[in-house]
């Protein structure tokens, strides 16, 4: 670890306030937050400080451009009480993706893994002790220029937070085949983790939640046939005891937990397929009895079985009690991060805090 983190802790912890059988997603925060400025083509002042508000210029770009991505991962406790992370560097390596793709500046990342380790470090007594609940970890950096011009932004500020979570999903969803609205198309910026593609989603989103459903499965237009993801996590479709999931194509996320469980049944001889699926192909399989199970795969979400899809009038009911492979595969992912059972690939890091921070 190369980079001089400056460190200011809390002067007293929120952490006793905090009632962890009640969380909401997303609502809770840890004590401190890690902060670095992109300023002179250089980044620079990396600290850790008490999570707080921050001013920003009312002409800063990333207000009126949109230039802001962001990434999602977790830490977790294992079985001896330690700290960890599951495959740390994809999550600096994706970021990069989406700072080129949106003409922002690229992170080192070493200085994304230093700190990532300071602040979870400090705070990871936050991190809920029992299976299915974790340090959700918010990685960000937005534009900072107070420039009001169509170009990329000269100064940045990176920053990363953390909530106390549990499960996100508490039952199998049921997903809408999106006929109308498009998340992203080839050559767009879909695989980026922009913030820009979740607000074009939330009209959507909104309007199948009215309808019943738990979240929107996206196609790419312009007929509407191809499957591309859901809007909350890559999926995945058990086609007569086949695993299959819509290939990268530049319209979806490179999803770390979608890589890491196709790796994952790969290991274990179980043949998985990444090619274009269309929307036919899933009806007539369900028609026919070889739709055997559908599951979703994200940060958050980890595994959710999907118990429904609706195609127009038809609705594709699914048993999750006989989804077998999304029941093995979240168990043993969730196995590799508790630690009892085997990392065959070496994906779990320990948190490690800096010399100069224990010091």
């Known amino acids: ?10 002067t007293q912890s929120r952490l006793p ?18 902060i670095a400025d992109y300023k002179n083509e250089q980044w620079q002042d990396a600290r850790v400080v008490p999570f707080d508000y921050f001013s920003i210029h009312p002409a800063a770009m990333v207000l009126h451009y949109g230039q802001a991505i962001f990434e999602g991962m977790k830490a977790f406790k294992n079985k001896d009480g330690e700290a960890v992370f599951f495959r740390p560097e994809m999550h600096a390596k994706r970021l990069n ?4 793709r949106m003409s922002m500046a690229t992170l080192p990342e070493e200085l994304f893994l230093e700190g990532l380790h300071t602040l979870v470090g400090l705070d990871q007594d936050w991190i809920p002790k029992r299976k299915g609940s974790s340090l959700y970890i918010r990685p960000f950096m937005i534009a900072m220029d107070e ?11 990176f920053m990363i937070f953390c909530c106390p979570v549990n499960a996100y999903y508490s039952h199998p ?9 498009v998340r992203a198309i080839p050559g767009g910026a879909g695989e980026a983790k922009a913030a820009g593609n979740y607000a074009a989603a939330l009209l959507p989103d909104q309007l199948a939640k009215s309808e019943g459903y738990d979240q929107v499965m996206w196609m790419e237009a312009p007929d509407f046939k191809k499957i591309q993801e859901v809007g909350t996590m890559n999926i995945f479709f058990v086609i007569d005891d086949k695993v299959v999931t819509p290939k990268i194509s530049g319209a979806i996320l490179k999803g770390i937990n979608r890589d890491s469980i196709i790796k994952l049944l790969r290991h274990q001889g179980k043949e998985v397929e990444e090619r274009d699926i269309y929307i036919d192909e899933l009806v007539e399989a369900y028609k026919n009895g070889k739709l055997q199970e559908a599951f979703g795969a994200g940060t958050a979400a980890v595994i ?8 127009g009038d038809l609705r594709m009911e699914l048993d999750v009690d006989k989804a077998t492979i999304a029941k093995e595969t979240k168990a ?9 059972v085997e990392d ?3 994906w779990i890091e320990l948190v490690q805090m800096p010399a100069a921070a224990m010091a």
């Not at 905090?18 to 997603?25: A, S």
């Not at 993706?97 to 080129?100: C, I, R, T």
């Not at 420039?147 to 500020?157: A, H, L």
């Open 1 to 10: 670890m190369q980079h001089n983190i400056r460190i200011e802790q809390v």
């Open 304 to 311: 959710s079985n999907v118990s429904q899809i609706a195609y």
């Open 17 to 34: 306030s905090v009632n962890f059988d009640e969380l909401q997603f997303g609502r809770t925060f840890t004590d401190h937050i890690f």
């Open 332 to 340: 043993m992912v969730e196995g590799i991060r508790f630690g009892d």
């Open 147 to 157: 420039f009001i011009g169509v170009s990329p932004s000269q100064t940045y500020r």
């Open 97 to 100: 993706l989406s700072a080129e």
């Open 173 to 181: 969803v049921k997903l809408k085949v999106e006929q109308q609205y």
């Open 344 to 346: 065959p690939m070496g």
